[in-house]
């Protein structure tokens, strides 16, 4: 699958990335990867769009349930 191996491709990046940034990447390659379903189906040129897509609605997911925690502990 063109996803799997774009992700792959990633293994020399990672090994230049400090170890706390290494282990950023790969929480992010996972979840990348639980949503490949998706970004593999994107008609795409460019295999990275649907995957950047991915990343950053994975990001706004956990923005958002940060932003109603607080909520939660601010109206309590």
């Known amino acids: 699958m063109r996803v799997d191996r774009e992700l792959e491709a990633l293994a020399p990046y990672r090994r230049l990335l400090p170890r706390d940034e290494q282990a ?3 929480d992010l390659i996972a979840h990348l990867k639980q ?4 970004a593999g189906m994107l008609p795409a040129h460019d295999p990275w769009t649907p995957l950047l897509l991915t990343a950053l609605l994975e990001a706004w997911v956990r923005i958002r349930s940060l932003e109603a925690s607080l909520e939660e502990e601010h109206a309590a």
């Open 24 to 26: 950023v990447l790969d």
């Open 35 to 38: 949503r490949r379903g998706v």
